[in-house]
């Protein structure tokens, strides 16, 4: 069975941190884009970060940029998302997803309609 699990949400503080994981069963992540997407109450799905197959290149929304970092872990099939100096804008449900290693030839990297197969999500609230 194909799926996409996510952790690593919590409640923090402004000016904190955390490490989002995205585990992957029934297939291999690392043949795949993986993105991390998030939405906020009322608003649209928003792409954050996403991790190409091909070459590792890692690309982020610019609110995010300098404080989030995606990265792989091949061995346990997972991918990562570390935020440090977490705002309150960031708070939202984080996804993450699967497209194919080519997709971004056709459709922009945070397009959701790119991506394939989608996690359950997990709440991240930043507050004091």
């Known amino acids: 069975q194909v799926q996409l699990v996510e952790s690593g949400g919590d409640l923090v503080q402004p000016g904190g941190s955390l490490r989002l994981s995205c585990a992957a069963s029934g297939f291999t992540l690392g043949y795949y884009n993986v993105g991390w997407f998030r939405q906020a109450p009322g608003k649209e799905r928003e792409g954050v970060s996403c991790?190409?197959?091909?070459?590792?290149?890692?690309l982020y929304v610019d609110s995010v940029k300098g404080r989030f970092t995606i990265s792989r872990d091949y061995a346990n099939n997972m991918v990562y998302l570390q935020m440090i100096s977490l705002k309150p804008e960031d708070t939202a449900v984080y996804y993450c997803a699967t497209a194919l290693p080519d997709s971004w030839r056709y459709t922009p990297w945070n397009n959701v309609s790119a991506y394939r197969n989608w996690g359950q999500g997990t709440q991240v609230t930043v507050s004091s």
């Open positions: 991790i190409s197959a091909l070459d590792g290149t890692a």
